[in-house]
């Protein structure tokens, strides 16, 4: 199918070819999200075992003959100060997807970001030096002022400062292309020279390639 190209006005300047992307398949979208949330998550909850509080180098009583209960040190876990039983030790709690589950789930979102008729492929976003009204302004004309995340082909310093600024927009180069990032954001820009490799990596039958993590 084509798709049109347009300026930061909003003008059409031609067309690209878009392939075929199939349905949206909600399952890989979830999975895809669980999977980078899990791989987000810090992993550094814990707490102090008996061994690692300090104190209770012998015991507090003899065994008998004192009417206490038997003891053999004041930091087993019932004492106040004692150490913890069963707590949370720090995990990581990563794991990676089948390779097919991943390519799918990227697919499925940029196809429903297409079928909503919110992907938008920009010609060019040219800035001699960073400028945020420029950036707003463009995303005002694309999207009415709506949250895009935008995908350009390379690290570009002066587009990524002129939009770091402005409220819901976000820049990624096409390799961080992920599927949280295409959801959470109402609009999907690719600029034109990164529509070819986003292209590859969602059409049916191309290589699944080595994953990247965003």
Known sequence: ?????????????????MP?????????L??????????????????KKRGDVSGGGKKPWKQKHT????????REPQWRKGGNVFGPVPRDYSYELPKKVAKGAIRSAVAQRLKEGKLIVLDKFDVEKP????????????CGGDSALIVIGARNKNVELSFRNVRGAKVLPVEGLN????????????????????????AEGAP????VSA
């Open 20 to 28: 075929e992307l199939g349905p949206v398949k909600k399952q890989l």
């Open 30 to 47: 979830w999975e895809a999200v669980r999977q980078q949330n899990a791989s987000d998550r810090a992993g550094t909850a814990s707490t």
């Open 131 to 142: 400028s945020t009204k420029t950036a707003a302004a463009t995303l005002q004309a694309l």
């Open 67 to 74: 009417g206490n209960a038997r003891h053999g040190s004041i």
């Open 208 to 211: 699944v390639g080595k994953k």
């Open 179 to 202: 599927v949280r990032d295409v959801l959470r954001y109402h609009n999907l820009i690719v600029t034109k020279n990164a529509l070819e490799a986003v292209t590859k990596r969602v």
């Open 1 to 17: 199918m084509k798709i049109d190209i347009v300026d930061n006005k909003k003008k059409t300047v031609g067309s690209a070819e």
